[in-house]
């Protein structure tokens, strides 16, 4: 397989070579790769998660139990809050 990379990208991976970050661009690009994977494995768990979580939210409201929307909302707030937090 060949790839053709931006020179944008190209100028990225020189400069972390220089830098001694990566000893080539064939390191460079496994390491992406590896995090691209870790991050693809990553969102399937997580619409896993949130699949289970409206399974369980939908057959509580079949049997009449209610959550109140606003405390919903904080609770999503909060998460949001977190996630941009930790990508900072």
């Known amino acids: 397989m060949n790839i053709t ?3 944008e ?3 990225f991976i020189q400069s972390q070579i ?3 970050i990566f000893a080539n661009a064939e390191q460079a ?3 992406a790769l ?3 994977e870790e991050q693809s494995r990553g969102y ?3 619409v896993e998660e949130t699949r289970e979580k409206i399974d ?3 057959a509580q409201l079949e049997r009449g139990e209610k959550f109140p929307i606003e405390v919903a909302f904080e609770r999503l707030d909060r998460k949001i809050t977190k ?3 930790s990508q900072q």
Request: aromatic share 4%; no cysteine.
């Open 5 to 7: 990379l931006k020179p």
């Open 9 to 11: 990208q190209e100028q």
């Open 18 to 20: 220089e830098r001694g």
């Open 29 to 31: 690009i496994e390491v």
């Open 34 to 36: 590896r995090l691209l």
């Open 44 to 46: 399937e768990e997580w």
């Open 56 to 58: 369980l939210g939908l």
């Open 83 to 85: 996630l941009r937090e």
